[in-house]
T-cell receptor
Framework: GENVEQHPSTLSVQEGDSAVIKCTYSDSASNYFPWYKQELGKGPQLIIDIRSNVGEKKDQRIAVTLNKTAKHFSLHITETQPEDSAVYFCAASAGGFKTIFGAGTRLFVKA | DAGITQSPRHKVTETGTPVTLRCHQTENHRYMYWYRQDPGHGLRLIHYSYGVKDTDKGEVSDGYSVSRSKTEDFLLTLESATSSQTSVYFC????????????FGEGSWLTVV
């Protein structure tokens, strides 16, 4: 079946450094790539997304890049802060129920 | 805030007992989903609904059933709970107008002992 691979599974950075999380998808029909942040005991929250007609999108300290040819997309967080510590999920979607999630990356930001 | 309420938020039940989780939405969204979250597996789709009485299976539907008799409510039932169904369950919605972006509820923690 279709899948999304997400790396790394755990990432530890020093406050102020950058963090990069990478995902690879298999379904060529995927055209929408959201990223979610999940804090302990809560549901995943959408933080940024990108559609297949765009190569890069930025929102303050976070950015996403998409390479449709290689089926790769990445999340970049700059100037990390302790409150960025959470689990991050990528997803590749060909529409609603055709959304496949990565296994998640646990990000630790050390003060 | 996607206007999603899940109940109960926490439940401990015994193997073999039936369990129903409820999801209520206030925004009249057409699409609703049930996911389970387990370490190393991310979020996996159990069942989804595209309208009242219209439901279909997801990736991990065995042992689960759903019902949607009203637009605002989507119920997930474990007919006979097993220890492998210990998990965190998330209800979600999506809207055609938002480009099918999925929004999650706060989760229901289920422990089967």
């Amino acid at each position: 079946g279709e899948n999304v691979e997400q790396h790394p599974s755990t990432l530890s950075v020093q406050e102020g450094d950058s963090a990069v999380i990478k995902c690879t998808y298999s379904d060529s029909a995927s055209n929408y790539f959201p990223w979610y942040k999940q804090e302990l005991g809560k549901g995943p929250q959408l933080i940024i997304d990108i559609r297949s007609n765009v190569g890069e999108k930025k929102d303050q300290r976070i950015a996403v890049t998409l390479n449709k040819t290689a089926k790769h997309f990445s999340l970049h967080i700059t100037e990390t802060q302790p409150e960025d510590s959470a689990v991050y999920f990528c997803a590749a979607s060909a529409g609603g129920f055709k959304t496949i999630f990565g296994a998640g990356t646990r990000l630790f930001v050390k003060a | 805030d996607a206007g999603i309420t899940q109940s109960p938020r926490h439940k401990v039940t015994e193997t073999g007992t039936p369990v129903t989780l409820r999801c209520h939405q206030t925004e009249n969204h057409r699409y609703m989903y049930w996911y389970r979250q387990d370490p190393g597996h991310g979020l996996r789709l159990i069942h989804y609904s595209y309208g009242v009485k219209d439901t279909d299976k997801g990736e991990v539907s065995d042992g689960y059933s759903v019902s949607r008799s009203k637009t605002e409510d989507f119920l997930l039932t474990l007919e006979s709970a097993t220890s492998s169904q210990t998990s965190v369950y998330f209800c979600a919605i999506s809207t055609e107008s938002s480009g099918n972006t999925i929004y999650f509820g706060e989760g229901s923690w289920l422990t089967v002992v």
